[in-house]
């Protein structure tokens, strides 16, 4: 079974329509990146997955309609959405235990989620006294408290520093080798293309591109380039053509080259060569 199929999704907010003919599937232990700029549509298409808003269309989670879910289909899903729901006056200990005791599971499972995201050692800290990559990291401990199969990220890293994002990602690595899929927005084109399996692309409502990022890369790899570091810092750009060879077998000849690699285009320019515009605009 897919763990998220979407066939011909629209949403319309009054004359807005927000989101149209969007239809996609995720794969049971997939990370799945859902890429666009502000505004695309993003927030509204995880809205309408988790049931908090109806479309058009059908969307369904684990084969289940999610204009239907009910409380067992809500214990298979976990979401980390801008409104957090954690109590700046507790403690994290006692923000997850809330939790625990609405999902009715052992409590022993708070201190194994506490480590998990890294949080151990602030379990007695009132949620109001974290940094902001520390509280994000509760919300994400919130939201797997009960070991959901699908997890929602909407724009799990946005804002953290580098060391947070790094774990952060281990974390959703070490989620997914369990078998969780994941479902993330991101702006971050090199957070998509290290975490995710498949992406798909959204602009202005629309699934402009759908596939792997190394894929989608190569798709688009219109000047496929070689750059090549010789030893004096220069760097050499080649077309990647056989006229070129003999150039670069000199280079090597003369022990010149430092490194060499092929130069395909990132996310976010595919993004640019498809819209005209960038992720960040
Ligand atoms: N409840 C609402 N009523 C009216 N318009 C809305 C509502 N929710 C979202 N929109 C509009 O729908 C469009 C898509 O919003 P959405 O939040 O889904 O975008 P997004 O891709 O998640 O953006 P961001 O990356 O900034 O979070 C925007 O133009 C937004 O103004």
């Given at each position: 079974m897919k763990a998220v199929r979407l066939v011909n999704v629209g949403k319309s907010f009054g004359e807005k329509e927000v989101l149209r003919n969007v239809g996609f599937e995720i794969e049971e232990g997939e990370i799945f990146g859902l890429l666009g700029p502000s505004g695309a549509g993003k927030t509204t298409l995880i809205r309408i997955l988790t049931g908090q808003l109806a479309g058009f269309g059908e969307a369904f989670v684990f084969g289940e309609s999610c204009d239907r879910l009910k409380e067992n289909n809500y214990r298979e899903i976990g979401m980390v959405m801008d409104n957090s729901g954690i109590y700046e006056r507790l403690d994290c200990y006692d923000n997850l235990k809330l939790f625990v005791n609405i999902y009715k599971i052992?409590?022993?499972i708070i201190e194994e989620v506490l480590g998990m995201v890294g949080l151990s050692a602030e379990k007695k800290t009132p949620a109001g006294k974290l940094s902001k990559g520390m509280k994000q990291r509760l919300i994400l401990a919130r939201a797997i408290l009960h070991r959901p199969k699908l997890l929602f990220l909407?724009?799990?890293?946005?804002?953290?520093?580098p060391a947070t994002t790094k774990s952060i990602h281990e974390l959703l690595l070490r989620l997914r080798s369990e078998g969780t899929t994941i479902f993330l927005t991101t702006h971050n084109m090199e957070e998509a293309t290290k975490l995710c399996d498949n992406v798909a692309l959204l602009h202005e409502g629309k699934i402009i591109e759908y596939g792997r990022p190394g894929q989608l890369c190569r798709k688009y790899n219109q000047e496929n380039k070689i750059s090549i570091l010789i030893k004096n810092e220069q760097l050499i750009m080649l077309a990647n053509l056989p006229e070129n060879a003999a150039r670069i077998e000199e280079l090597f000849k003369q022990g010149e080259v430092v490194s060499i690699h092929s130069s395909e285009p990132d996310l976010e320019q595919v993004f640019l060569t498809l819209t005209g515009r960038g992720l960040e605009e």
């Open positions: 052992d409590k022993k909407d724009e799990p890293t946005s804002g953290l520093d």
